[in-house]
């Protein structure tokens, strides 16, 4: 009964496990490592915050009804205060646990598993071989770690606008001037995370700006490696936390699961978009490593960008 | 009674809270990037294996007694198969969870608050704050990413032996012919975990192989920003997995509380010392970018070498 | 470091951390059998629901803020139905798990270490021993199961209305035609978890029904073993999910703390309360048996009542 | 894609998915009542110990390789001592979480979805209703309390010995003098958790005592509702943990599947053996009350016999 016992531990993925992230050659490596000019590193994360004595954890930008991360300490300073005896002759410890669900709670990579329509995932890997187990095929542990050219598209900036409205759609036209190339990672900055921050989650939750189809579609014919943006779901949201496309235009269907494009959802751009702004330039190396989750959906990350 | 509530999330890290992770300068970013040549990306962590309709959590390298990590899917293809109706027109998803205890369970990298001795952590930081609902200080949230010159220090090829003996510690000698200079992440193979593959659980937990007392403070006296290795504590360990040596000689005590070292534990690095075994080089770009757990007192991370 | 590994599996509870668990003598326990006549056995305990697929989990009566149960299969039909082989000759099987956090999110019994003031918890053990790794004096798995005569005080139907309101409070006259005898446990009846169903969370946030301080006085002189309630807190609640008294009044402190009167809260006594109503007895058999978490602050319960 | 989020809290069980504890009506509850004449209360269950700081989980007996129980505070004593501030004018409080897997690992009532052969569940009910979101049909919820007649079948002392041996099976002769009626509980003693505290968990795993497949249908045959036992599955295990019969003589299968006969394992009996020994009775009111955990294949319990 059991999903993967074998001692395999040098494997990580498969080609045909990995969607776009094959596009991630060693030419384009040694490229992207190229774009390190000024050394300076921005982590494109929120941060995880799970202390449940609180409502604490609700204070991240999350979607609504999703189980928010738990963090718990199983030893730590107050039990040593408290009169806790050292290890041996002095030695103190604290340690803990964490339970995330990353969709909708925090920053994260799918996994080419996370979604699809029919009876097939991406490439046409059987969708029955995702069980409670785990997924046997296309899980977040077949990716691999994602070392690229990022390229940012600030479309608020574009657009002169703090942020997006929730109605609005990022469109091929905000993507033309970005000089994306293949393989690379394409940063999507919406700015909604700032509502959360200025008028807290029920402006948030009120639906969501994203990609339209149209731009979905242009991303994949351009090859990239990577869609990562700071909503929740790479297209847009309605006030019911849905997306109002079809199959045809969902954004998830368009990108994860038809080109394999995998996807980072819930990112925070704001000082990358500072730290840019004004330069001229607009790439930058781009590292995620997801988290080795055999057959998971999608691991939690903090993607950096070196400057 | 919260722990953290403010909106800082584009805030990361104290610089008194980073210890050595402060010697990672711009400067050092760029010229660790200037390292990659190959533009191969080689992954350095074992799989979290938290299947838990099986015993194969359990065969994976971890430390006797520790909570193993469980990973739940709370849908997926098996119920679409049993008849769960798609959304809208046709999108099935899969969706998951994980629970993980990083010390002694799966690669990670320590945060500052993890050990200590007397009333202070690292830099005089009060360990009162290391409380329940997490570290105030030194969490692991206050590191930050590391980007950093790697260097491997492949004990058993230079001692001719597949992998060292659970009573072998690596000495100042060993770490000699390596050109670590300050910044560098010193990556310290063991080779420990082949123990596990070819011998099993007892002989893994029949003790470790590590750094001895005078290796720790030559790396630190050499101002590595980060030690990482293959074995389960940086130190050696006896049959009860314990460390023999005293508070003075502790690794832990000796590179994370007096000097801020962080370390990385638990790497996989066959693969690594096999891309490198010949060719004359031993260093590589290293990331490693732990989640931003609020608190935590360690992150699982998936650290990579970028050759 | 641990906390309890001794092999004690048959000792259960000391007296001096029962608090007034230690009324339910054998021969209170005889005469609370003699309750039963009817034979009719009725659950009040709302649902644990814990499917994080959806947002089940959020249409049960919870405290706003509060960790929701979640629940998983790590194996189940739909794997089955998916391709999952049957073990040997056919059988075939579900596990779960279960992550629960009972105050405000379900049915539970609080131990005498939830609440304090002070240095001291009920009967003057060390609040200091109450740590991570569990509390060491006055955990759950001190109390021991409840076995007494059960009393309902269905209070809506005193008073004539269908619930009670956020601002109303039960006071000693409610209780005064109860017959409540010393070691019986008084169910109190607020009805505010219809308020839930038929007009949702927010209205149940906006307050709560509960104890005055004089009717907590009132059940302590008396003697009650258990004090069970249908609201969250005992008493009552105000819109920010706070308590208005200051800690003489307290009802936490009254009873539990002050006079070692465990509570029960958030119960669910709709069916009871049908059950009883014209009938001319307000007696039963009362049962909750907790769950022996060591060092825990309360367990889930489904407590009944045999009538 | 939700589970039941419906809002009827009042209903519980349908009368097709509550198998034996149909047997339990009000007239037999009426006279299981009656068997209470000393007053003493006793706990049948094992503790739940989760302190995951040390290694004492694995202290309790249980099932090699199953998820142990974690147990987590999220605050508590240690954070006043050192330095949280109370709420208001001086309330502290514990707060704390629960993670459980109960089969294997802890006392538990298995609900009638746990095991089956082909499609279908006890009863007829689809097994493809069984799904990652909860069993659909025939779940825990669906039980209802336990208050029955329980009988002491005290194997060991039949037979002389202070436990029976891991090949040993309880027969059909060893239930004949027990005077078990329809309905009531049967409550079997091996006496094996007595090896774990002697010999430790070597010796307890090294195969378990149980009843034969003719124990198993002369039980289903007498009508009992409830078949209890101190050992991990019932039925006798071997080195490899797994039952020896084929689909035929399964006792899941016999008990649980075929005849809806609800099963209670990993109890802990020598309290009431002894308390029972050499009194000239056997029976008592067993009582348990699982959690109505919605779609759960089981709910760790805390049953107790009242003499």
Known sequence: MSFDESNNWGRWGSEDERGALNLLTP???????RCVRDGRVISLSLPIRGATSSPAPATVPHLRGRPLPQHFMSIDGGDYAA?????????KMADDALIVTPHGTTTHLDALCHMWSGDALYNGHPADRVRSYGAGRCGIDKAGPVVARGVLVDVPRLRGVPHLAAG?????????????????????????????????????????????????RALAALDVSVVA???????????????????????????????????????????????????????????????????????????????
Chains 1, 2, 3, 4 share one sequence.
């Open 168 to 216: 609005d759609r990022v469109e091929p036209d905000d993507l033309e001037g970005a000089g994306l190339r293949p393989g690379d990672v394409a940063v999507i900055r919406t700015g909604w995370p700032l509502v959360w921050r200025a008028e807290g989650p029920d402006a948030y939750w009120a639906g969501q700006p994203g990609l339209s189809a149209r731009a979905g």
């Open 229 to 307: 943006a700071d909503n929740a779901a790479i297209g847009g949201l309605n006030g019911r936390q849905l997306a109002d496309e079809g199959p045809d235009d969902d954004l998830h269907l368009i990108l994860l699961w038809r080109h394999g494009v995998h996807l980072a959802e819930m990112l925070w751009l704001e000082e990358l978009a500072d730290a840019l702004d004004g330069t001229g330039r607009d790439d930058f190396l781009f590292v995620a490593a997801p988290l080795k989750i055999e057959g998971g959906t999608a691991s939690p990350i903090d993607p950096i960008a070196v400057l």
């Open 27 to 33: 030419e384009a490596v040694v490229a992207a490592a």
């Open 83 to 91: 009169g806790t005896r050292p290890i041996g002759a002095g030695l």
